[in-house]
């Protein structure tokens, strides 16, 4: 009771100051305005402390003043908005009072000017002390500065960079000493009273000069292009140097707004993806939807996708206990209204999966349960091919048996001239969505698309544990690259190639240009605060078995088209023999029951020839990315 008693006084004290200052500025505003009216007035009536309508005048006026809620805002955070509220509490409190005073007096001792001098005083009086304490505030740190406070170059003078410099000049860790902005407007110009010295070109001269101890990339919407850039002028200072995160990871609260250190992520992504969420929310939207491997890297990413959309339910079927255990109570704290059914079970088992489309009935399937570490797939041929192959024949199966709308197959680009198991498998499942889609009424849609950055098992959390446990950096080849997207942006495009196509396409996703291994082992070596070769080494080990040094995005006898989306393609359906297939997919499904590994290699080889060969795609020539498509056409 006393402890709340003292969190009120502390509550109170600075607002009765504040109510306390505004009557009395009211006070003071009668009274200049009246000594304005009369000062040149030879017989003008004697000036009253406290005239007589004074009671009423300060009555109304403080009362309007909290009705109009002029006390719920600080000073220290004095603003337009509160300007302007002041403005409006004024012009009414003046209105009534008037109104108020012809009622009682009929305006007995109070000169009409009254009504246009004291609101014009009053104003005056209550906003410029709420502007001054301000400034006052925002601009202590000039006087405040403590040894231990570090001094801030901020790159980047607009919106962030103006909000950022009030941020930290408010919590005194931190001193922002200039900015450094491209705009050549800006040269020579003062934010928050903190100098603009020039561009970014001139990064290393303003650390000199203004003794900088940190670097703060204040610029949210940087294009990845832009990132690399500034990255390497803060690499080259020497100077520790942090950022904003990314103002779509913002807005789609992916992140907060605090800084963060430079990732991976801000150097290799792209420009935002902007989609078609109409078409994307009409066919989703009150839907029951069923994602396989909603545990994994993607499949997680899509099930919290599709439940900001609003499904009737979101099924989520999974192998892992605990990847299952992870994703249901994220979406329970998340999404509280969401009806979500977690469902324990393997892909590969029939009774399971039925039981799944006999309960919830869904009408939209996303496929991204499989197995996919490519070397360990080479020693585990039964295994991939079951899950992979197996696993998506048997949901697919169910889609088509149950009547699903739509099932969406998400594959890789090592489906393309696989030269290892796991791309031989995926391939393989293509083909049998494909050729399913000729029989069913069921829309059957695959999306491929190549390497996802952070996922799991991917080459980014590996090379961020090694350079934790003090390197060395495995890369098994210098010139080896790969196509990388983000997580998100990945699992964007995938509800979007859902949302259009009659059934039976393979959707491309535009991956960008391929990036090399090597620098993206340098990059994370540099983010990490150290240097390459030197506090971390590289070290080549050899292409694994089944390892491309390029990979593609299509087969070169694939027709390249547009869609609506100018990030997605596809690859235009050709005829598969139906029963041809299906025969040698039984035979292969023999051999997986009974283990027999040689078997199931030769089966698998004669439907989907692949090389698990490390030469295999050893040059550029071998390349078919989706730019040289495009130029192609």
Known sequence: ????????????????????????????????????????????????????????????????????????????FASLPDLWNIVRAVGLGTLVIAVTLFLATRLEGVPRSMFVLYPTMLMLLLGAPRLAYRYWKDHRMEFLETKD???????????????????????????????????????????RGIPVLGTLEELPLAVRSKSVDALIIAMPSASSSEMQRIVDLCEDSGVPFRTLPKLQDMVENRTSASLRDVAIEDLLGRDPVSLDWVGIHQALASRVVLVTGGGGSIGSELCRQIARIGPTRLVILENSEFNLYEIERQLHLEFPQLPVEAVLGDVCEPAAVERVFVKYSPQIVFH???????????????????????????????????????????????AVNPANVMGATKRLAELYCRALDDRSDTRFVTVRFGNVLDSAGSVVPLFRRQIDSGGPITVTHPEISRFFMTIPEACMLILQAASFGDGGEIFVLDMGEPVNIRYLAEQMIRLAGKRPGEDIEIVYTGLRPGEKLFEEL????????????????????????????????????????????????????????????????????????????KQAT
């Open 368 to 414: 991204a349960a499989a197995y996919k570490h490519v070397p360990l797939l080479e020693t585990h041929l039964r295994a991939a091919v079951r899950n992979n192959v197996t696993g998506t024949r048997c949901v697919a199966d169910m889609a088509d048996r149950y009547g699903a709308d739509s099932f969406v197959l998400i594959s890789t680009d090592k």
């Open 554 to 629: 299509f087969y070169e006898q694939e027709d390249y088209g547009h869609t609506p989306h100018e990030k997605i393609f596809q690859a235009r359906r050709s005829g598969i023999d139906w029963k041809a297939l299906e025969k040698q997919l039984t035979g292969l499904e023999a051999a997986v029951r009974v283990f027999d590994e040689g078997a199931v290699r030769q089966q698998l080889a004669a439907i989907v020839p692949y090389e698990s060969q490390p030469s295999r795609s050893g040059s550029d020539d071998n390349v078919v990315s989706l730019h040289s498509k």
């Open 149 to 191: 406070a570090k001094r801030v170059l901020i790159l980047g003078a607009g919106a962030a960079g103006e909000m950022l410099a009030r941020d930290l000049l408010r919590e005194r860790k931190y001193v922002p000493v200039a900015f450094l902005d491209d705009k050549p407007r800006l040269r020579g110009a003062r934010v």
């Open 1 to 76: 009771m006393i402890k709340q008693l003292i969190n009120k006084v502390r509550w109170w004290h600075p607002r009765v100051a504040v109510v306390l200052h505004d009557l009395t500025m009211v006070w003071v505003a009668w009274q200049v305005a009246y000594y304005g009216r009369y000062s040149l007035v030879v017989d003008a009536p004697p000036l009253l402390w406290f005239p007589p309508e004074m009671p009423i005048v300060i009555a109304i006026q403080g009362l309007i003043f909290w009705w109009t809620g002029l006390y719920r805002g600080l000073w220290r």
